[in-house]
């Protein structure tokens, strides 16, 4: 046999046991963790939220194959945000694919009651704590920060646990005495008004105006104040 083929051939065997020594090859724990990873990396958080992920474990049946390119990994569109099909490609020249069902849960700091909190009861730092919840179990609008709500009153029984949202707790509540703040841009004036119903922050509500009588309708800006942009 000439120099030449015997070049040949070990340069063949070189290149066979080249590309099966760099090979990319993952045990299940590992595809898992891969997953796990890319989920975290492509799931848009909102702010100081977190995300817990609990992939499927594969079906022992399933042979993982090495793969001589790196995997490929994404998401198809047609998901609801919590279970998804994560969709595992190989592109070398003996390619393959697979799903991997995976849970995703995202959670967000909110207000809760530590204790119960009676119906016209003031909230304070001793009856309210800030706990993590899935994002998409959360009814109403949540709050984020105790120091928000510090100073409302509940506007019905709240039980240990229950969220606070701008609906179950009052930052003006109807009958209260109220700083009334008229405004404009060269102009500020505060006098005291009485509500005549129920608000939360951000909410429009009506106030009896103590020094004239009139009624007139405002913005609550915060703990028994409201605005009047003239």
């Known amino acids: ?16 046991f080249s590309n099966i020594a760099f090979a990319q090859t993952m045990d299940r ?16 958080l909102p702010k100081q939220g977190k995300i817990n992920v609990s992939v499927s474990t594969l079906d022992p049946r399933i ?25 595992i490609n190989c592109d070398d020249p003996s390619s393959w694919y697979l799903y991997i069902p995976a849970k995703i849960q995202v959670v967000i700091p909110v207000v809760v009651a ?17 706990e993590y919840r899935d994002k998409y179990r959360i009814r109403g609008e949540s709050l984020d920060d105790t120091r928000i709500v510090i100073g409302t009153r509940a506007k019905r029984k709240l039980r240990a646990g229950v969220i606070l949202t701008k609906k179950n707790i009052c930052f003006v509540c109807k009958g209260s005495h109220v700083t009334l703040i008229a405004q404009s841009n060269t102009l500020t004036i505060k006098t005291s008004g009485i509500a005549l119903e129920d608000g939360g922050l951000g909410e429009q509500i009506a106030v009896e105006n103590e020094g004239s009588g009139r009624t007139v309708t405002g913005r609550v800006s915060a703990i028994n ?4 942009n003239l």
């Not at 104040?225 to 009047?228: A, F, G, N």
Request: glycine share 2%; with cysteine.
């Open 63 to 87: 042979i993982i194959k090495p793969c001589l390119t790196p995997l490929i990994a994404n998401i198809p569109e047609n998901h609801n945000g919590r279970n998804v099909n994560v969709k």
């Open 114 to 130: 530590k204790s119960i909190i009676s119906k016209g009861s003031r909230v304070d730092s001793s009856n309210v704590t800030i």
């Open 1 to 16: 046999m000439s120099i030449f083929k015997i070049f040949i051939i070990l340069s063949l065997i070189s290149a066979l």
């Open 29 to 44: 724990q590992q595809l898992q963790d891969f997953v796990t990873q890319f989920i975290k990396n492509n799931t848009p």
């Open 225 to 228: 104040e409201v605005i009047i």
